[in-house]
């Protein structure tokens, strides 16, 4: 064992020695092996891929109150740094079992508005300059707990390890809220026009009526400088940035907020099916080119794109797909992945119940803007909850449908816990994840 000194434990009591972390394994046979040096704490696989174990400290807690947790972490040689290699927090009473949570879960689903407290599994927040990557999360701690036990995890890795320091779990004011204005526009551009400039100006004083209710995201739909133009969309196809870009990045400037527009895009000979983030600046945030391509447009010789980009905005992560995405998991959840809270979704028509799943599946929001008949059973112009709901569907043609989320607010499900913040760490490997074999 090499020398061991003091982790300052950083709390609204009595420092913590160094001392009282202890070794847990599921069974002996797994255990990884642990070590402490320098002010850290470290965990090594034991050469075999089923190590699990972590370093444990049990700390008391005031019922009923906000925390904040925060640590460091530096995986070597780990494959899946993100499952392997976590932080859970478990809230228990005084007979050391877990208490009633104190977030309301959906009793339209469940009969019920409690829950039993379930494990905190704060998130990969950041890289420091010295590339540690923080974790972090605030939580309200149950008003029968009064202890937290603190978990640092190495597990499922063969030949990595992982260490930890600059642990910290203290009492704060009050929960950070981040408040959203999200905003879907519902419109048919019924009748027949000649240009992609009369096309964009029907969208206008749309969005004018968005910004009038203080939307932050304003999404529009699918090749909205096609519809009721042609059906050749290579015809229409422009260059980002271009026309459509500079026409709403004017509006998005004007009114303070975000737009998503979807139009053709050309790129030398290609042409794809896109949808374009603006900002409140005016200038292009970033592009998302559609990787799943119905035979319509295969035919039309549109190509598929082949990245999931995830962009930062002032409120938030905004990733961006386009109607036949909606139909297969891949693609949110490579955006999800990514980082994405909301999801913009420019869809000419679909299934909703695949909206529906993205979202749960994924623990994010969805913004859908569709050409879709409201009196169908079809898909609907609406911002959907991560729990799969719609919070508010569009009932009129030529109107603007918004609501207000709080990015900060959990999703709370009985018997799993806060699942979005579980996804990460429990959801299987994506092949991107999984390291390239030479050929």
């Not at 809270?341 to 623990?363: K, M, Q, S, V, Y």
């Amino acid at each position: 064992m090499r020398k061991t000194m003091a982790l300052i434990f950083f709390l609204s009591f009595p420092l913590l020695a160094f001392a009282e972390w202890t070794r847990f394994a599921p069974r002996d046979e797994i255990a990884p092996l642990f070590e402490q040096e320098d002010g850290k704490l470290i965990l090594r696989s034991a050469d075999h891929s089923g190590t699990n174990g972590h370093w444990r400290k049990t700390v008391s807690i005031a019922g009923g109150t906000p925390y904040r947790f925060e640590a460091l972490r530096k995986a070597v040689d780990v494959e899946f740094p993100r499952r392997s290699c976590l932080v859970r927090i478990e809230w228990k009473g005084t007979d050391g079992k877990s208490v009633t949570s104190p977030e309301k879960v959906n009793p339209a689903y469940f009969g019920t508005t409690e829950t039993r407290a379930r494990p905190e599994f704060p998130s990969d927040s950041g890289l420091t300059p010295d590339n540690w990557t923080t974790l972090s999360g605030e939580y309200l701690s149950p008003k029968d707990a009064v202890t937290a036990e603190i978990q640092l995890h190495l597990r499922w890795t063969k030949n990595g390890s992982v260490i930890w320091k600059d642990v910290s779990f203290s009492p704060i004011e009050k929960l950070a809220t981040r408040n959203v204005v999200l905003a879907a526009v519902h419109h048919n551009l019924p009748g027949k026009r000649k240009t992609a400039a009369e096309n964009r100006a029907l969208f206008a004083p749309l969005i004018a009526k968005a910004a009038e209710k203080k939307a932050d995201l304003i999404v529009l739909p699918e090749l909205l400088t096609c519809k009721g133009v042609t059906h050749n969309y290579a015809d229409l196809a422009e260059a980002v940035p271009g026309p459509t870009t500079d026409y709403f990045g004017k509006l998005a400037r004007k009114f303070d907020c975000y737009i998503v527009a979807g139009f053709p895009e050309r790129d030398d000979r290609e042409v794809f099916n896109v949808a374009v983030l603006l900002g409140p600046d005016g200038n292009i945030v970033g592009k998302y080119r559609k990787t799943t391509l119905p035979r319509e447009e295969i035919q039309q010789g549109i190509s598929p794109g082949t990245e999931y980009p995830v962009f930062e905005t002032r409120f938030g992560k905004v990733g961006m797909m386009i109607c036949y995405d909606a139909f297969f998991p891949e693609v949110a959840r490579e955006l999800a992945a990514r980082g994405a809270e909301i999801i913009a979704l420019p869809i000419w028509g679909g299934n909703p119940r695949l909206a529906a799943a993205r979202c749960a599946e994924n623990g994010v929001y969805l913004v859908s803007s569709t050409y879709t008949d409201h009196h169908s059973n079809w898909m609907k112009t609406a911002i959907w909850n991560r729990e799969g709901d719609s919070i508010v569907e569009a009932t009129e043609w030529g109107t603007v449908v918004t609501a207000t989320v709080d990015l900060n607010q959990r999703t709370y499900w009985p018997g799993l816990g806060d699942f979005q913040s579980r996804i990460a760490r429990e959801a299987p490997v994506r092949l991107a994840e999984q390291p390239q074999i030479p050929k």
